[in-house]
């Protein structure tokens, strides 16, 4: 069986995760600590990034954008009205986009800096870069937060879903940056009443329910994370 190795609290990892759950795609999970820099690991990615697929021939493919053309080109194609990347050039584009936007914009500007600071480096030793939270950082990605839950309330109020009529990769890059924020209990909700309604209906999808159930050592997510009505 094909392997996976991710991070629970990785944007691309969930994203990846989501792909191959919505296509009923199974893998083996193996998770894996970036910062550790195995060599194991590096020889299957030599950026260190994840996520990293594996398939039975042992051959690697690395990086969310990789993995999702690959999935859709293998499977997504086969799926017609559960295909989560358009046929239509233009609506293509606008999906690549906003995944762009979730995977990299937002992760960079918010999700990549609390993850770090508040989860990562309590896992990592001081020769890692481990020790306590930059509150500086911590405020920087916060003020962050506003803006673009801002703009995921603008689109989830004038789409079906993100990108259009359907279901498609830029709901579920969004949905990972997200969940793994919600977990944090990062996202005031009660100012985004139409992003939570969008968040809700993926929160509700079986490929999402791999998340609700997972825990991060020594940290424990906000009181409603697991709710699907909250």
């Given at each position: 069986m094909p392997t996976l190795y991710h991070s629970p609290m990785s944007t691309a990892s969930r994203f990846v995760r989501l792909i191959l759950a919505e296509y009923g795609f199974q893998t083996d999970l193996v998770e894996e600590q970036p910062w550790e820099r195995r060599r194991e690991f590096l020889a299957l990615n030599p950026a260190g990034t994840l996520p990293v697929y594996v398939d039975d021939n042992m051959r690697s493919l690395s990086g969310p954008y990789v993995l999702a053309e690959f999935l859709d080109e293998t499977h997504g194609v086969l799926k017609r009205d559960r295909r989560l990347l358009a046929e239509d050039p233009?609506?293509?584009?606008?999906?690549?986009?906003?995944t762009e936007w979730f995977l990299q914009k937002m992760e960079n500007d918010v999700t990549k800096p609390?993850?770090?600071?508040?989860?990562?480096?309590?896992?990592?030793?001081?020769?890692?870069?481990g020790g306590p939270p930059d509150s500086k950082l911590l405020r920087t990605a916060r003020n962050n937060i506003r803006q673009h839950i801002k703009y995921l309330e603008w689109l989830a109020g004038s789409r079906?879903?993100?990108a259009g009529d359907r279901l498609s990769y830029a709901d579920l890059a969004a949905a990972s940056?997200?969940?793994?924020?919600?977990?944090?209990?990062?996202?005031n909700w009660l100012e985004a009443p139409i992003a939570k309604e969008w968040y809700q209906r993926v929160k509700s999808r079986p490929s999402f329910r791999q998340f609700l159930s997972e825990r991060i050592p020594r940290l424990a997510p906000s009181s409603h994370y697991a709710d699907l009505d909250f």
């Open positions: 233009f609506q293509r584009a606008e999906i690549r986009r906003l609390l993850v770090r600071e508040r989860v990562y480096k309590l896992q990592m030793t001081a020769a890692q870069g079906t879903w993100l940056s997200v969940s793994v924020l919600d977990y944090l209990g990062e996202i």
